[in-house]
């Protein structure tokens, strides 16, 4: 990506320069060079955030083209497994399950390929029908979600031909049975062109009650876990517990940990963080970790609301990039 980069490009020309008149160039470029990757870096939003509840809340598109997000979990598929014809409810945006979806096509592969968002379906929710009854439910529960929704084929795909990066697991009812199974199903459609993301919106209180197991199986790349509606929210009085209970989230075996939170007072019934306390007061108690990836809100139409994402932003990305503080600078010029 360097060469498209404007700035960068401008920079290069400038280093050039530097590099015929000053004997220090090499140590000047190394370092110039960090400073416009982490630039660059940090320039990629650290944001996930749940969109298809509420028809007022703008289109897939538009959500992903404000820059904020970087992960978009259409939800939900919420009746499933069980022998259930699968349904997936978007709320006001259309009806998926007569076809009325598939303009959403579009929308999945302009924020995958002009805004570079993964958008992943979401499983469950706090409202719907499923379960998964045996391992042999869970394996058709997969093939229905890759032939759907992933890489596979089906004559009727809810949301049209565009292949959606993964599945997230927002699993808040039925039973607490197979979401293992049903992981490395989906996790078994994976090709070296095209991986299945695996993310999970567990509660806040470890161990999960319904995705535990699932999470323990070390498929999952993203944990998006929810403090909020919880005794582990975090509130200026509850400091220690939360910072506990988020220690225990982060040693679990999994890529990256995301703070769940709400995006408006009204989106939960508690553990609303405002802007400036999450900047201020929260995110320096969490951003050491090594897993830790940014932040989740619930949702969409919320941030709308509250303009939340629009004033953390800037701010919420982990403090240490691997790829620059792993790189090895060489000097690019002897002298």
Not at 273 to 301: F, H, Q, T
Not at 303 to 323: E, G, H, M, R
Request: aromatic share 12%; charged share 15%; hydrophobic share 35%.
């Amino acid at each position: 990506f360097i060469t498209h980069h404007p700035k960068l490009a401008f920079a290069t020309a400038s280093w050039s320069d530097m590099a015929i008149r000053s004997p220090a160039s090499p140590l000047l470029l190394a370092a110039c060079l960090l400073l416009a990757l982490s630039g660059r870096l940090r320039a990629e939003p650290c944001i996930a955030v749940y969109w298809g509840q509420n028809g007022n809340e703008g289109s897939l598109r538009d959500a992903c083209a404000t820059g904020y997000y970087k992960y978009v979990l259409v939800a939900f598929l919420n009746q499933f497994g069980g022998g259930q014809t699968p349904q997936m409810n978007l709320a006001g945006h259309c009806d998926p399950n007569s076809g009325g979806c598939t303009f959403l096509s579009s929308d999945i592969i302009s924020c995958q390929q002009d805004y570079n968002v993964k958008v992943m379906l979401s499983l469950g929710g706090g409202i719907g029908s499923y379960r998964l009854v045996s391992e042999e439910d869970a394996s058709e529960v997969a093939a229905y979600i890759n032939n759907s929704f992933l890489g596979g084929s089906s004559p009727n795909r809810p949301l049209g031909d565009a292949v959606l990066d993964g599945v997230d697991f927002d699993i808040e009812g039925g039973s607490k049975d197979h979401w293992d199974d049903l992981a490395r199903f989906l996790n078994a459609y994976s090709t070296p062109e095209q991986k299945v993301y695996l993310s999970a919106a567990p509660q806040c209180p470890i161990p999960d009650y319904y995705l535990q197991t699932a999470i323990d199986t070390g498929l999952f790349d993203y944990l998006w876990v929810q403090f909020y509606n919880n005794y582990c929210q975090y509130s200026p009085s509850n400091v220690g517990t939360f910072v506990q209970v988020w220690n225990q989230w982060t040693s679990t075996n999994v890529s990256k940990v995301f703070l769940g939170l709400p995006a408006s007072p009204q989106a939960a019934g508690s553990g609303y963080v405002a802007p400036d306390d999450l900047i201020n007061n929260v995110l320096p108690l969490i951003k050491g970790s090594e897993k830790y990836g940014g932040i989740m809100l619930w949702s969409r139409y919320y941030d709308v609301l509250n303009n939340y994402s629009a004033q953390v932003k800037d701010y919420v990305c982990p403090n240490d990039l691997s790829f620059t503080s792993t790189m090895r600078i060489e000097p690019l010029v002897k002298v």
